[in-house]
């Protein structure tokens, strides 16, 4: 085939399908493909999915609905559908949108390349969904961006590496276990080298991955060691390496939260001040449930401790509305703990049935509307907590990340070490520095500063190298 193929990825959903993403791309270019700018100029459209709302699996059929006048101009062009949908839905994706020639499950990515370069435009589609039969489920030294889309360098400056796949937990509502599989860690030394790949590079900023990534166990037969849980030892090693600045990991599970983990945030000083420690919801009867395995005063327990190891830490959390039998009650329960807790933010969602979980077939489901207004409620109450949090830090002087550019002209954007978004004036030769911002003005989701500390940009890096 011509050496000029060229490639467009669409992802939708959480951070380890845009890493993902990023990895198929990565092969792809190995294998001789190039990153096409739009869908039309394209010989291969990978759509990258999420399933985990009904509303997420239905935009993934819109698109594929916009792709049929493509695939009648350019007959040739392969279209390809990865991720929980392609998982979930298998074949039957076909039957709902014919434009489809590729379904790959999630753990298959890697066999991509090799399908294109032997493709038959005159096959049947090819359905792949499970484990895959030999090849490796990661891809290891390759570099995923993580703000691709502010970054204008393209530079590694943040990067993922994903530490384990699947879930274990089989919660009520969720289907990751299902299109995920079970918990599956990657041995340690293959982290740290890809680690250390990425900082050879020039990445400086790390974030962790997993479904469940403080359940992260290579070998869950050893013998539990006294030094912490092997989450908490891999987060020491990868910390320690050479060229490291800052390191991150998500998303937590409230039940795998130990005590060696929490300390962490008070010993470890390349470890950001940043947790996301889902609830889900307030009331005790609902937690139950939904299977989450905790309640409410263990999950306020965690608060306080990792309150007391880092004072300065933000927290947020996931909420999710109108569960299956959730009364008012349960749900003032919930809007009780937001203004107990004061989370700096939260990603909050309306519950959705969806295939093959527990919760699909519980009765005193609500209806949408009532849904919504619950919805409306916790965005509401959040919005003022947001708020009043940002504005406390009009003043302080925060230590920020540069990792592109800002909405307006000559200005740029990066990261405090607790996860809050700054812009501020500065030149494009910060990008990629830390530099200490003054906080002049918030509002709930961004903060706005002045630079009052900028080192010259080569002094800083030989500096942190």
């Excluded at 493909?33 to 010989?43: K, L, M, N, P």
């Excluded at 504005?391 to 405090?416: C, D, F, K």
Aim: hydrophobic share 35%; with cysteine.
């Amino acid at each position: 085939m011509c050496a000029q193929r060229r490639f467009f990825i669409t992802t939708f959903g959480c951070q380890m399908n845009a890493y993902d993403s990023w990895r198929l791309a990565t092969l792809l270019e190995k294998n001789g493909w190039q990153a096409a700018e739009s869908r039309s100029q394209a010989d291969f459209v990978f759509l990258n999915t999420c399933s985990i709302r009904e509303k997420a699996a239905l935009k993934v059929l819109a698109h594929l609905r916009e792709l049929a006048p493509l695939k009648k101009q350019n007959p040739s062009l392969i279209v390809g559908v990865g991720g929980c949908v392609a998982e979930q839905e298998g074949i039957a994706l076909y039957d709902k949108a014919p434009t489809v020639d590729l379904v790959v499950g999630p753990r298959r990515l890697a066999e991509i390349p090799y399908l294109l370069d032997s493709w038959d435009k005159d096959c049947s589609p090819i359905i792949l969904a499970g484990d895959p039969p030999q090849e490796a489920v990661f891809n290891p030294q390759n570099v995923y961006p993580l703000y691709p889309q502010d970054d204008k360098t393209n530079s590694p400056l943040s990067a993922f590496i994903t530490i384990m796949e699947g879930c274990n937990n089989f919660c009520a509502y969720c289907v990751v276990p299902y299109l995920r599989g079970r918990e599956v860690s990657r041995p340690e030394a293959d982290i740290l080298a890809e680690a250390k790949s990425l900082l050879a590079k020039g990445t400086r900023e790390i974030t962790l991955l997993g479904q469940n990534v403080n359940s992260y166990d290579p070998d869950p037969g050893a013998k539990a060691s006294q030094s912490g849980s092997p989450f908490s030892r891999l987060l020491a090693r990868v910390a320690a390496l050479e060229g490291l600045w800052r390191l991150r990991f998500t998303t937590s599970h409230p039940k795998d939260l130990d005590p060696s983990l929490t300390r962490l945030y008070g010993t470890l000083p390349k470890l950001m001040p940043h947790i996301h420690l889902p609830l889900q919801a307030g009331s005790d009867k609902v937690l139950s449930k939904m299977g989450r395995s905790y309640t409410k005063a263990h999950y306020l327990s965690l608060i306080d401790a990792l309150r007391k190891s880092c004072p300065q830490i933000a927290i947020t959390t996931d909420i999710i509305v109108g569960f299956p039998g959730e009364t008012e009650e349960d749900f003032q329960e919930t809007l009780a703990i937001l203004e107990s807790i004061q989370f700096d933010s939260i990603f909050s969602f309306k519950y959705s049935d969806r295939p093959n979980t527990k919760a699909n077939n519980l009765p005193n489901k609500l209806p949408e509307e009532e849904k919504s207004r619950r919805l409306s409620l916790i965005i509401e109450l959040q919005k003022e907590i947001s708020r009043k949090l940002n504005m406390a830090l009009i003043g302080s002087h925060q230590e920020v990340l540069v990792y592109g550019h800002g909405r307006e002209p000559n200005q740029l954007a990066g990261r405090t070490g607790n996860f809050k978004i700054v812009h501020f004036p500065g030149q494009k030769e910060l990008i990629g520095e830390l530099v200490t911002v003054s906080i002049t003005n918030s509002g709930p989701v961004t903060l706005k500063g002045e630079i009052i500390d900028a080192l010259n940009p080569t002094l800083r890096k030989s500096q942190r190298a």
